[in-house]
């Protein structure tokens, strides 16, 4: 298949690697381990990247597989990428531009009925109040106003290194700065905790252990956040705090906006990218690390590379998934039972599959037509299909329990050429599609089978019909990503787009195991900075970022 991805135009052979011991390699070029290089990079460390892909972003990737078509093929829509990586790597200067939609979430209905939600308060208001005067009344003070408090203490915990435990022989000055440290970090959460007053930590608590099943299309529309990229339930304990993960980010200091961004979400990794290679950082593509290389000591020296190439360096970031970089690229016999068995039985389960579409004409939903050939809000907006009650987005999740692929699948539907006209032809759109449930291995079926996979796409296809007439016959082509594609071709194990899940009992000081949360690992010199890491996935940079911070006091440490 003919395809064009955003690559590194300064991308030396795999050759050039070998020529020096490196500081530190970063294996993968995704957006996390992009960010980790660029700030080891402007630490002063010689640092490459290595890809193994042909293209550098990871899931944050902008590929042409149409001739004239740019899809952002797994992730689609930027929020939470963190405002301090945003502003200390100077990205609007490396390229990024974000693009506010000016509506923020669109949900027809086969009634003819639609929740168009933006900006204003009023028009919110009188947009809910179509469906319930009760929820209208209590939405900006019992949802909105809460998650926003919520929020400031969830950028403390994003933007801090967890509290974990000193695991090697440490100096009594390292002990004491340890435990300052471990203090300040307490205080400084305690401080924001008092802030929000017992009743809104009683209520934070409550989102965080509760499910989130209400009972009508608002809390359907809302919940709907709360099982992306999960096999989970909206009335599964926990739920709540995937919601949560998914409302707390920005768009220009505007919080719970989801931007798209200008020439897909590749372009948030160019940025990064040329901020590294300003800092320094040599990015190679198509090279693939095939082992750890591990001295006698049990301390890292460097990668193996699949053709053979031996790299050398004095630490490495892994941007792989805790089971891909546990299990797959470090030597048997070298890591403890535990923490192996810790790895191996945290949860991958995915219920994802991502299509992207090249169409002829932008869709026209029956209950909200626009008369600008150009598109209306709802274009710009986060349309949800199938989310018109709790029980519909129930349905379809029972539907993966039993093996088979939702009946009616869940679908997050974006637009983002109503937006970016750099991304596909004159009139024409790319329209991405993020759908659930399906399982990795279905009960009816394999998706290695084109005539399977097939029939999930055209189900998908035909179920937009019911809500925007033709769009099947506007069907110019399609990309579609299982669970098993996602973790083929790029890596992240069970298809799950967060590196793992995203459950209270595998965040924070428990991610990716318990007593390993701070980056650092039972390897000397190896480092996690993936969003298997601390505070986990989305596109952030956050784990990037906080796990360059260790690398460099460690390496400093021991260079002193």
């Not at 597989?65 to 797994?74: A, D, N």
């Not at 109040?129 to 909105?144: H, L």
């Not at 090279?287 to 590379?305: F, H, N, P, R, Y």
């Not at 274009?379 to 692929?405: F, V």
Request: charged share 20%; net charge neutral.
């Amino acid at each position: 298949m003919w395809r064009r991805g955003f690559t590194s135009s300064y991308t030396p052979p795999a050759q050039a690697l070998k020529e020096k011991k490196w500081d530190a390699l970063v294996i993968g070029g995704g957006h996390n381990g992009l960010t980790a290089a660029a700030y080891l990079a402007r630490g002063g460390l010689s640092v490459a990247v290595i890809e193994r892909r042909h293209v550098i972003g990871g899931a944050a990737v902008t590929e042409e597989i149409i001739p004239g078509f740019k899809f952002s093929r797994c992730s689609y829509l930027q929020s939470l990428l963190r405002p301090s990586v945003i502003r200390e790597l100077e990205l609007k200067r490396h390229g990024l531009k974000l693009l506010k939609p000016t509506a923020t979430s669109f949900t027809p209905c086969l009634d003819g009925r639609y929740l168009l939600m933006g900006y204003d308060d009023h028009h919110n208001y009188l947009e809910i109040s179509k469906f319930s005067k009760r929820d209208a009344d209590a939405y900006p003070s019992r949802y909105e106003n809460q998650l926003y408090k919520f929020s400031k203490l969830m950028d403390f915990l994003l933007d801090s290194r967890t509290p974990e435990t000193l695991h090697w022989d440490s100096s009594f000055i390292d002990r004491l700065r340890d435990k300052l440290e471990k203090s300040v970090f307490w205080a400084s959460c305690l401080r924001h905790i008092l802030a929000l007053g017992q009743k809104d930590v009683v209520d934070f608590m409550d989102l965080l252990l509760s499910p989130t099943s209400k009972s009508d299309i608002l809390k359907a529309v809302l919940a709907g956040d709360a099982i992306i990229g999960s096999m989970a339930s909206i009335h599964t304990p926990g739920s709540g705090y995937v919601l949560l993960h998914h409302v707390m980010g920005e768009t220009d200091g505007d919080r719970n906006i989801w931007s798209h961004v200008e020439g897909g979400m590749g372009s948030i990794s160019m940025a990064i990218s040329n901020a590294a290679s300003e800092a320094g950082v040599s990015i190679v593509t198509n090279a693939e690390v095939s082992q750890l290389m591990i001295g006698d000591s049990g301390t890292v020296k460097g990668v193996l590379l699949a053709d053979g190439t031996r790299v050398h360096s004095s630490v490495v970031l892994s941007n792989a998934t805790p089971y891909k970089t546990f299990l797959g690229l470090v030597p048997q016999d070298v890591l403890p039972d535990d923490f192996l068995r810790a790895i191996k039985y945290s949860d991958y389960n995915s219920g994802t599959t991502k299509i992207n579409v090249a169409v002829d004409k932008l869709p026209q939903f029956h209950c909200c037509r626009s008369n600008n050939p150009e598109g209306g809000p709802q274009h710009t907006a986060t349309i949800h299909i199938g989310s018109e009650s709790m029980e519909e987005i129930g349905s379809a999740c029972q539907d993966a329990w039993n093996g088979l692929p939702s009946k009616r699948p869940v679908m997050e539907m974006t637009i983002p050429s109503s937006l970016d006209k750099t991304i596909s032809p004159p009139g024409k759109h790319v329209v991405s599609l993020f759908t659930q449930y399906t399982p990795y291995k279905p009960s009816d079926g394999s998706w290695e089978n084109p005539t399977y996979r097939e029939s999930y796409a055209q189900r998908c296809f035909s179920l937009i019909d019911e809500y925007a007439p033709g769009f099947s016959s506007s069907v110019i082509g399609y990309d579609m990503l299982t669970p098993p594609d996602l973790e083929r071709e790029f890596g992240l194990t069970g298809g799950n787009i967060f590196h793992g899940a995203m459950g209270l009992d595998s965040l924070f000081l428990l991610r990716p195991a318990k007593g390993w949360s701070g980056y650092r690992t039972p390897i000397r010199g190896l480092y996690l900075c993936g969003s298997g890491a601390h505070p986990g996935g989305g596109v952030m940079g956050a784990p990037g970022r906080n796990a360059a911070r260790i690398v460099l006091r460690d390496f400093k440490k021991h260079s002193s």
